[in-house]
């Protein structure tokens, strides 16, 4: 489990857009996957398995918080943090890279979020998306560059200095 | 500059190490009894499994001996049949089919009355 969290993450986010969000699909999709381990007769394919019930748990999700709140991906991530203190630092640096994500496309959070977050090699994350490895660099580019004029250069060096 | 990473750091699940911990916990929870429903099935799959060479080996005699006792028992019973059926496929009556094969003499009336029987 400890091994999958992240990457189960960085999916619900790409697709979600929140990290709240994304943590609650998270877990869910973890205790799903748990009830229908049966499904898997291949181990090395778990992980793929459990990230298209990831994926698809977020969208679902996604679909539901469309209907009960009518609000834009924008405004939901782009929310003000609620700790106090150096904690607030690092909501307003959450909240900062959640808008920015927004403009991305799932394809391109995805991408960034696995590579970036998780570490990924773009061989696994090609795999991952049924896309070529070809593809996962230019969107990775792609996303980097927007997610960089987004953010400023400013904020993302101070992070980085953290 | 597109090559760098970008630092996700602030968005990383597992870098608050308590809240992780906690929502590792939460999943254990939820899925406890998944997990304990699973164990108890791959038990019972577990226990046949161990029963499975000793059943095919009582399944492969008791085959054996099915075969061999029904091959002695049946086949008078498939040569009367098989010659019941040839006397039936060239249209001789089964009554006279009978006498051919048990040797007995039909009675003239016996006779008349097995060649106006209907086929």
């Known amino acids: 489990m400890r091994r999958h969290y992240r990457a189960a993450y960085a999916v619900a986010l790409a697709v979600l857009g929140n990290a709240m969000d994304a943590e609650d699909v998270t877990q869910d999709s973890f205790v799903r996957a748990v009830e229908r381990l049966d499904e898997v007769r291949e181990p090395e394919r778990f992980k793929g398995w459990l990230l298209q019930i990831v994926r698809n748990r977020s969208r ?35 909240g900062a890279l959640e808008s920015a994500l927004a403009e991305l496309s799932e394809l391109q959070r995805e991408v960034v979020l696995l590579h970036d977050l998780e570490g990924w090699k773009h061989r696994e994350i090609a795999e991952s998306l049924a896309i070529s490895e070809g593809m996962s660099r230019q969107h990775l580019m792609a996303a980097r560059r927007a997610l960089r004029r987004r953010l400023g250069g400013t904020l993302l060096k101070e992070y980085s200095n953290d | ?22 929502a590792v916990g939460r999943i254990r929870a939820a899925a406890a009894p998944a997990l304990a429903a699973r164990r108890a099935r ?32 049946e086949e008078p019973a498939l040569e009367s049949e098989s010659e019941a059926g040839v006397a039936e496929a060239i249209g001789v009556p089964e009554q006279i089919a009978q006498w051919v094969r048990s040797d007995e003499l039909p009675g003239p009336s016996e006779l008349l009355v097995a060649l106006e029987e209907p086929r």
Do not use: C, H, K
Not at chain 1, 74 to 89: I, K, L, Q, W
Not at chain 2, 1 to 22: H, K, N, W, Y
Not at chain 2, 54 to 73: D, E, Y
């Open chain 1, 60 to 94: 679902n999700y996604s679909g539901y918080r469309r209907l009960r709140t009518a609000r834009p991906l924008e405004t939901v991530t782009a929310a003000a943090p609620e700790n106090p203190g150096s904690d607030a630092e690092r909501a307003d640096l959450r």
């Open chain 2, 42 to 73: 791959v038990g019972v799959v577990g226990q046949v499994a161990g029963w499975w060479r000793p059943l095919l080996a009582a399944a492969a005699i008791a085959g054996i001996v099915s075969a061999a006792t029904l091959a002695l028992v």
């Open chain 2, 1 to 22: 500059m597109t090559d760098e990473r970008i630092d996700f750091s602030a968005l990383d699940p597992t870098a608050e190490g308590d809240r992780f911990e906690e």
